[in-house]
């Protein structure tokens, strides 16, 4: 079944060209990758959009996935979140922070339990949990919600110069810590 | 500007994956990269170290469609000429074991066939977090929710599943109860109504329950309701 091949290879079969190839990873990854790109949009028709995009790119720069450097996986997970990002940005980003679709899944305390389910993201659960609660807070919604610094700063209710430099802070703690 | 310090050049990765640049910024960053092997070697670092993030969206079954609208925009598709109906469900049937959005649809022919009008069911399939089926969750139109295990699976002595519910809006979800063992539950809302966007979520708890009325262990299963038949 080809849908059962690992994406590294449906991949290497997208950049040769093969449409088949990239129908069988559609198939395999689509629920995934509209689902990170319906966190960041909370809006069905847009996270369509997004996807479509998508695997848009995908089909033109399966080539530069290299597997020596990375998951297949990861490498398509990025190229959802960039396509839904970018559309997010023309929208303007004018989501209100107050969206009902935004929950609390991902800074709940259990949320991080379940980055743990790798040996990277175990590591990646201790450095968030080292963070200030509010600077771990930003991090996760800018990255699964998509968030603006200025959103971010209302949704947890900070000055928007402490939400950046907090975050960058963040960052920084956090490449200490993975290092 | 891309910076030449090397710090906030690394700073400037970070807030490309993390997603926080606005469009002037990123748009100068992606023009950037084609001449900049540094700086992409910087983002494919920040992107291997947040990548396990993404299990916090949760999967979500695209439309139905959207297979079929992205070959038509691949470069070189066949113009117009929309595929045959019939192959394309027979196409998604085949899909079946694959992927959850290919069972959605299947099971949203099942409901759409049906002869009555009946107002839109609203389901949802819930996911392993390898994106494998594993429960499908139906309202049926008095508002009482079905869940039905797809494939049988052991629990851990000493441990519970716990249904729940979290209406769009609401802040805290709603206990639907206790899954029992054999994996197959019916339950009356009661003041909740299901409704498209609401969360079902799945959560593993202590024998007899949350004991604090919300859930306290992790979200094992989740899934947004959707009506069937629509994307």
Known sequence: ?179 | MIPTDPQDRDILAAEYVLGTLDARAAAELDAALPGDAALRAAIREWEARLAPLMVLAAPEAPPPDLWDRIERALPGAPRPAPAPKRRGWLDLWRGWAIGASAVAAGLAVVLVTRPAPEPPRLMTVLLTQRDQPAWVVEADPSGRLHLASVTPRRLEEGRAMQLWSLAPGETAPTSLGLIPPEGRLTVNTGGVRPEPGMLIEISLEPPGGSPTGRPTGPIIFIGRLTAAGSS
């Not at chain 1, 940005?89 to 259990?110: C, I, M």
Request: glycine share 6%; aromatic share 4%.
């Open chain 1, 1 to 179: 079944m080809r849908a059962e091949s690992p994406a590294a290879t449906l991949l290497a079969e997208v950049a040769r060209g093969d449409r088949r190839a990239l129908r069988a990873l559609y198939q395999q990854q689509a629920t995934r990758l509209f689902g990170i790109a319906h966190a960041i949009l909370r809006d069905r028709e847009a996270a369509a959009d997004a996807v479509q995009d998508a695997f848009l790119r995908i089909s033109q720069r399966a080539a530069q996935f290299d597997p020596a450097r990375g998951e297949a996986g990861a490498w398509l997970g990025a190229v959802a979140r960039y396509a839904a990002l970018d559309l997010a940005r023309k929208r303007g980003r004018e989501l209100p922070t107050d969206d009902p679709a935004l929950g609390d899944t991902p800074v709940a305390p259990e949320a991080l339990e379940r980055v743990a389910a790798s040996a990277e993201g175990r590591r990646l659960r201790d450095c968030l949990s080292a963070l200030d609660e509010k600077n771990r807070k930003g991090i996760l919604l800018a990255f699964v919600h998509g968030l603006s610094h200025a959103q971010v700063a209302a949704r947890l209710d900070l000055p928007l110069g402490t939400v950046k430099a907090w975050i960058r802070r963040g960052l920084l703690q956090l490449r200490e810590c993975l290092t």
